[in-house]
């Protein structure tokens, strides 16, 4: 069984901080299922964005934990804005998070390869 939307992020957020970076909510969901994106902002000032795995990337079984892939890393923060605001458009019911941390971002998700 899946944990909510909210419970993840909430999750996510307490993780972050134990391990002495930060994390904010900029944007919540639906409390149950909505979409969780990620922002993350390196040292160097890059910013990554990650987004839910299309489901084509999973196994056959269905996974146990919510997987992420990396749709872009960049240092232009226009263009992880405009991403977001085609998202936001196409499902509002979406969760934003962004973290700053100088752990490896595959630590707190489930990064799939494609």
């Given at each position: 069984?899946?944990?909510?939307?909210?419970?993840?992020?909430?999750?996510?957020?307490?993780?972050?901080?134990?391990?002495?970076?930060?994390?904010?909510?900029?944007r919540k969901g639906?409390?149950?299922?909505?979409?969780?994106?990620?922002?993350?902002?390196?040292?160097?000032?890059?910013?990554?964005?990650?987004?839910?795995a299309p489901q084509?990337?999973?196994?056959?079984?269905?996974?146990?934990?919510?997987?992420?892939?990396?749709?872009?890393?960049?240092?232009?923060?226009?263009?992880?804005?405009?991403?977001?605001e085609r998202e936001?458009?196409?499902?509002?019911?979406?969760?934003?998070?962004?973290?700053?941390?100088?752990?490896?971002?595959?630590?707190?998700?489930?990064?799939?390869?494609?």
């Amino acid at each position: 069984m899946r944990v909510t939307s909210e419970l993840w992020v909430s999750a996510l957020v307490r993780r972050v901080f134990a391990d002495g970076g930060f994390a904010a909510v900029r944007r919540k969901g639906a409390r149950e299922a909505g979409a969780i994106f990620i922002i993350r902002r390196t040292r160097l000032g890059e910013l990554e964005f990650y987004a839910p795995a299309p489901q084509t990337s999973y196994d056959e079984a269905r996974p146990t934990e919510r997987q992420f892939v990396r749709v872009t890393a960049t240092t232009e923060e226009d263009a992880v804005e405009k991403r977001l605001e085609r998202e936001m458009r196409f499902d509002p019911d979406v969760w934003v998070v962004e973290v700053e941390t100088a752990a490896e971002i595959d630590g707190y998700l489930a990064v799939a390869t494609e």
